[in-house]
């Protein structure tokens, strides 16, 4: 005795991960900074700053040196006072320039280029920041005592 096969009832439906038209892009939600005394959105532009740094209560500031970086009072004193020593030491050695206690993300090899500092943790998109797919060096630092 020969049996036929049911006919299925309904189609399949695709899900995100089959659908070759879905966009794996997550939303931007745009980080606003301050910069040069003015707000900027970073996921769209940062209007020449070099250097965006997370600041402990949350917000973003955008320097155009190191130095001026190192020079906002918002930094933790402890921060900037190991920075400055880090920086000192070693001046050649771009991964100096990276905060203390924060994690450095550089858009080009070997540290250089623009960079992100984050101090809090966290799962972080990129491209609220400006830097999906521009990141190149990745550093952190605990004080004078690297750990990569």
């Known amino acids: 005795m020969v049996h036929a096969a049911e006919e299925p009832t ?18 931007v939600n745009p ?10 959105n970073l996921a769209e532009s940062w209007e020449g700053a070099n ?20 020079a906002d009072p918002q930094l933790p004193e402890l921060v900037r006072e190991e920075s400055v020593k880090a920086a000192k030491l070693r001046a050649s050695d771009p ?4 905060a203390a206690d924060y994690w450095c993300l550089y858009q080009d090899a070997n540290y250089n280029g623009r960079r992100l500092q984050f101090s809090s943790s966290g799962k972080k998109n990129l491209g609220d920041y400006g830097f999906r797919d ?3 060096s990745v550093y952190y630092w605990v004080g004078r005592w690297p750990l990569n």
């Open 95 to 98: 991964r100096d320039k990276c």
């Open 134 to 136: 521009k990141l190149s």
């Open 31 to 40: 980080v606003i900074a301050e910069y040069d005394g003015r707000e900027i």
């Open 10 to 27: 309904a189609e399949p439906t695709a899900t995100a991960s089959q659908d070759p038209t879905a966009d794996p892009t997550p939303p």
């Open 51 to 70: 250097i965006c740094t997370e600041l402990p209560n949350g917000e973003f500031h955008c320097y155009d040196t190191n130095e001026e970086s190192l």
